[in-house]
């Protein structure tokens, strides 16, 4: 059985090593960065982040037969401040049409935008490939489990959820946008100014054309992407579009991926939410499946999250002797749930 929690410093050498095989733009091969990013979360659990708004979850996925990270997932509760606002394309269609030629053109145009108080974010999903495509289809966990703590916290997010979406890369990790526009006039690899983003974004503000950009100045493979999914995310979109997300016509200014959205009320994880108390005998027949966690107040590990088969009676859920087990819970406690469907 999997268990889903909050990361821990200790989680470092874990990060490290599943950062060195895939080195993406959600979990960087970078010691500095992964450092930043566990201490962030370990205060945002601990709720050390005065400002909830400013708050970043991180979730890592672990087999406990081993004690191996196989994966993780952020919740950013507000992607978008005035010191660090939401960046981001607006795209349009603009028409064009001349008389004395008898010609019509339309054309997709890029129209650079801010946002200072932003949606909450989810992000940073990372599966080792060994463990993809597996039975227990833990990205699919590593996806759920940010709307199960959403529901868990609703005061703490805004009231709508953005999901940015990687578009097709070149073999050796570059976006096709960035080399033909960000690039020029940053003067910075896509991995340098991505890095740099995450703590400075001044530069992008600076040094990006704040005029309307024509993406058919671009070449054809440019264009191309721009808004398009990867192959390796058609998974995760088609998972966002199930619970409610939509492509809202707005693309990320570095690789073009765009950016789906849904109101946080009417994502259908988030309407389905229950909270439960556990009752004392096992279950360990075929029942619902679902995704159940409990909470603690102090310590650490305060958030743990198991998959499995349940039994729901009114208000009392019966679960299996390992997921009680993983959990760390005992009769009576509350827990939440959402349905794994």
């Avoid at 708004?53 to 952020?74: H, K, Q, W």
């Avoid at 019509?104 to 993809?132: F, Q």
């Avoid at 743990?304 to 002797?321: E, F, G, H, K, T």
Wanted: a neutral charge; charged letters at 30%.
């Amino acid at each position: 059985m999997l268990v889903l929690r909050d990361v821990q410093k200790t989680d470092l050498p874990g990060l490290k090593r599943l950062a060195a095989v895939l080195n993406t733009v959600n979990l960087p091969n970078n010691e500095e960065t992964l450092e930043a990013i566990i201490d962030k979360s370990v205060k945002s659990f601990a709720g050390k982040v005065k400002d909830p708004f400013e708050r970043e979850y991180l979730f890592v996925l672990e087999d406990v037969r081993n004690s191996l990270i196989i994966g993780t997932s952020m919740i950013i509760a507000q992607h978008g401040t005035y010191e660090a606002p939401h960046i981001y394309y607006e795209v349009s269609e603009r028409e064009h049409y001349s008389a004395s030629l008898e010609r019509h053109l339309r054309h997709k145009v890029l129209s650079i935008a801010y946002n200072y108080e932003g949606p909450t974010e989810i992000g940073g999903l990372v599966v080792d490939p060994p463990y993809r495509a597996t039975p227990d289809k833990p990205g699919k966990q590593l996806s759920f489990v940010r709307f199960l703590f959403i529901s868990m916290h609703r005061r703490l997010f805004r009231p709508r959820v953005l999901a940015e979406l990687l578009p097709p890369l070149l073999p050796d990790g570059r976006s096709l946008l960035w080399e033909a526009c960000g690039k020029k006039f940053t003067g910075l690899t896509y991995l340098e100014a991505d890095r740099l983003s995450r703590q400075n974004k001044e530069f992008i503000k600076e040094l990006f054309p704040s005029s309307d950009i024509y993406a058919s100045l671009f070449p054809d493979r440019v264009q191309k992407v721009l808004g398009e999914v990867g192959p390796a995310t058609r998974g995760v979109q088609r998972m966002l579009e199930r619970v409610g997300f939509r492509y809202v016509e707005r693309i990320d200014p570095f690789d073009g991926g765009p950016h789906f959205e849904a109101d946080t009320a009417d994502i259908t994880l988030v309407r389905r939410y229950r909270t439960v108390k556990l009752a004392d005998e096992d279950f360990e027949l075929e029942g619902d499946d679902v995704l159940v966690a409990a909470e603690r107040e102090s310590g650490r590990n305060r958030f743990r999250s198991v998959r499995c088969q349940a039994r729901l009676d009114n208000q009392v859920i019966y679960l299996p002797a390992r997921a009680k087990e993983i959990l760390e819970v005992k009769t009576g406690a509350k827990l939440s749930i959402i349905p794994f469907e």
